[in-house]
Each structure stands twice: as C-alpha cells, then as structure tokens.
C-alpha cells in the first residue's frame, strides 16, 4: 500500500507549530524551505521566511508536512488539511489525479512543477482535499 | 537532559501509527465507496446502530467506522452528521493509534499543551481506550489505545 501523508496548511506559523509537534514526536526536520527559496515564484512583501514546506518524519512510516498559507480568503481552519499520495509514475498519477477530480474541482493540475517532480492538487466532490505526487528521484 | 529527552523523543512514535481520518456530513458509505473504486481494496464498515443498540433511530444507519485497506492506500472514516462540518470544516483529522499505553498517554497529553480536549483519553464502549484534541494550532487529532 502507498502512504498516506497528511499535508497542513497553517496560516503563517508553520514553523512555531512544527517546533511544537517536533517537541512531541522528536526526529529532525528532513527539509525546509522557505517562500524566499522559491524560484520564479512572486513571494508577497514580508512573506519571504514564511515556509513553503517542511517534513518532519515520524518512526512510523508517515511524513508530517506543513506550508504556511497567509490568504485570509482561502485558509480555513479545521480545514487545513491535505492528504498527500505518491504515484509511481506519471501515468498513475494522471490517472489517480483524473479518477480523485471526478465531480470535483481540480485546483492545480497535475503537472511537472518548478522544483523538479510533478504535483496536482484538487478537492474530491465530497469536499476532501488532495495533493497527488510524482517524483522520479525516489523511484 | 536535552540529550536525554530528544533521545527518548527519537522512538516515542516506534509502533505508533498515524493516519488521515476523514468525516463526512452522512455521506460517508457513499464516499467510501467512491474511493474504493478509486484505490481498490476492502471496505469494512460499521454502523452506529450495529455497535450501540440505545442509538437514537436517525443515528443508527450512519457510518461509526469505516475502514478501507488492502488496496493503493489505507483510510478511514466515518459520520458527524450535525456538526460544524456541513460548514466544509474538520473534514481531515490525524489518527494516532498503537497499544503502548504510556506513551501514547504521554504524546495526548503533550498535544494537548495550550490546547483544547475534546473527549478524555478514557475507556470507551468499543474496548479501547480513547481520546481527542484540537491543539493550539486548530489541528485535531484523535488518540485510539488499542485494548491489549
């Protein structure tokens, strides 16, 4: 079975929350990278430390992850969850995203993304989010 | 004693699982089953009325658990019709689970730090014990001690 990651979403403390669930679960963070690091990407003024992701691997399997979101309009607390998924190929990923975004909305299309591996995500028609991966480096 | 404690933090989550749970406003079978045609695999369900008989009637066809494994992915859910997920909100929790009492009582109660216990970490009448939070980042989690 593939691993399910969840993905959360905090409102610009990101980084003091994933202290506090490091303080909880212990293990080091395995990346963070900042709105700043984003190539070709336009970071809003005072934005630039905000997180734009971080893994903290937990023993049982699973990653933690988190990026922060600082618009008002689309955060919503209690709803800042994602479920995370890695495809093993493109092909898969199409399919998976495609069967997940039926009825749904497709947010982002999955596709190959600056960073280097291919990312789509979406809201399923019974309202759960999702992030669909694929990335050739972990093959 | 940082040492110590970061030591002891490095296999506090050995033998503990943690996964997505996800609710749905009475729609759960409904969207189980899509995601069964999705990702394969079995789907176990329970009911309310199967597992409490007192139940009130409008209760009872709700899902209380619903588990599908074996196929792409493992998930979980059930029904909170009623609550404030109509409003599109809590629809994903995290699931820790394990039998290792002591710690998992330790993780409950440090999650719970600065934030708000939903049900107590207690005996419940499904064997387990059991308990959940919103802690102070408005993440929820749910704490399940498998009876041993």
Known sequence: MKVVNPYLNFPGNTEEAFNFYKSVFGGEFSMITRMKDA????VPEGQEEKIMHIALPLNSGQVLMASDNCNAETFKTGNNAYLSIHADSVEEGKK???ALSAGGKAAHPFEKQFWGSWHGNLTDKFGVNWMVNYDESRQ | MVQKINHLNLKIMENITCNAYLFFDGNCREAMNFYQSVFGGTLNIQTYGEVD??????????IMHARLSGGAILLMASDDPGSNRQLG?????????????????????ALSTGGKVGVKLEKQMWGDIYGDLRDQYDIQWMVNISAK
């Open chain 1, 39 to 42: 190539q070709g990407m336009p």
């Open chain 1, 96 to 98: 998976l995203y495609d």
């Open chain 2, 53 to 62: 008989k007192s139940c009130p009637d409008a209760m009872k066809d709700n």
């Open chain 2, 89 to 109: 909100t809590g629809k994903i929790q995290l699931a820790l689970g394990g039998n290792d009492e002591e710690k998992l009582r330790r993780i409950f109660d």
